[in-house]
């Protein structure tokens, strides 16, 4: 059996949609399942049948649809408060639509289901704004959040702001929409049957932009890639050994080893993670080094700021000391904690010095070290 999908109009588009529906039907494709954006046609004869959609929350009787089919509409499905029905062109169906005083009810209860959506997404933006008049969080750090995230998965910052634009822009279309459809059956204005079906750009482009979401997810997944931490650095990043810890590599604490290197990509940015530790004068050692080597440098600075924010000891800029190494534009030192930038680099550092000492100490050399190390790739 052959199968076709199409996009349909929007269910608020009544009369685009029985349009579309017939032309369909005289193309040869019968009508057998509508989702959400996409609906399902089998292969069938052409047939000059016209369409009926019934917005109507609640299900159709059983005395309902003996009415309906007595007069010559055959129901078809139902999807959501859509109840699709149909008859064959000139068979001297009744219209279905008689009842004024319902086809207000069903409407109205159709614009209200879009305003009360509406609504809950300007409340969601107005507790934004509150949490920024408030102080809990400022402008300038929900932009760099945003902008580490978009840097690091920015098909995921795609895919949720896509699908937010789509649906503002949806539901305002749709309320002014059904205003119209209300003043027309208030004035007793008869449908338009020959109405043109737009095509629905809005639901394909989102379709498409989620699509590409998608894949460039999957590509994530596929260049990411995990190896032994080396014996001698083999990219941006350095080794314990580097700094004179030559003690045996084990795990945090004497658990198991855990010393490894993990490579990723996005479009915006390739990433190096490192993780060692070893037994060093009866203490244990840790680095963990993340280098972010950034594919637009003037999202550096922003970017670092955001990883701060991610921070497990302290999330505040104000709870860093920004200290001078050379070569590097900024250094933002904590506890256990530093973030820098180079340029296009910002790199991450996380360690757990020997008892009794300060990483503070340990910094300026890391990061002598790491210098210009893989610019070349």
Not at 202 to 219: M, N, Y
Not at 284 to 301: H, M
Request: aromatic share 10%; net charge neutral.
């Amino acid at each position: 059996m052959k199968y076709s999908w199409s996009f349909h109009p929007a269910e608020y588009r009544v009369r685009e949609n029985e349009s579309f529906y017939s032309e369909k039907t005289r193309q040869g494709w019968e009508l057998q399942k509508r989702g959400i954006y996409l609906s399902r046609f089998v292969k069938a004869e052409p047939r000059d049948m016209m369409y009926r959609l019934e917005i109507d929350s609640a299900e159709p009787t059983d005395e309902k649809l003996a009415i309906y089919e007595e007069c010559g509409w055959e129901p078809v499905l139902r999807r959501g408060i859509v109840n699709i029905y149909r008859a064959p062109e000139g068979s001297g169906a009744p219209e279905l639509y008689t009842d004024t005083e319902g086809q207000l009810r069903s409407v109205k209860r159709l614009l209200r289901g879009h305003v009360i959506d509406l609504a809950l997404s300007v409340l969601l933006l107005g507790l934004l704004g509150v949490l920024f008049v408030k102080g809990r969080l400022s402008p300038g750090d929900f932009i760099s959040s945003v902008i580490t995230k978009a840097v690091l998965i920015p098909e995921l910052c795609v895919f949720y702001a896509a699908g937010l634009i789509f649906a503002v822009v949806s539901e305002l279309i749709a309320i002014v929409h059904l205003s119209r459809l209300i003043r027309d059956i208030r004035k007793g204005k008869e449908p338009d049957r020959s109405t043109r079906v737009s095509k629905p750009w809005g639901a394909r482009l989102l379709v498409l932009t989620w699509a590409l979401c998608v894949a460039v997810f999957i590509l994530q997944l596929a260049l990411h890639k995990k190896t032994d931490m080396p014996t001698v650095s083999d990219g941006p990043y350095i080794t314990l050994s580097e700094l004179n810890f030559d003690g045996e590599r084990t795990g945090i604490f004497g658990s198991e080893p855990n010393c490894a290197v993990r490579y990723d990509w996005s479009p915006l940015c390739g990433t190096v993670e490192t993780r060692e530790t070893v037994e060093h004068g009866g203490s244990w050692v840790s680095l963990d080094q993340n280098v972010y080597d950034l594919r637009v440098p003037g999202l550096a600075e922003p970017f670092a700021k955001g990883i701060i924010g991610t921070s497990a000891t302290d999330r505040d800029i104000e709870d860093y000391d920004e200290i001078s190494v050379p070569g590097w534009d900024k250094v933002y030192v904590a506890y256990m904690d530093c973030v820098a930038v180079r340029g296009g680099r910002v790199v991450r550092l996380y360690m757990l010095a020997p008892k009794g000492e300060s990483m503070r100490s340990y910094v300026p050399e890391i990061l002598r070290l790491i210098g210009g190390r893989g610019d070349e790739k």
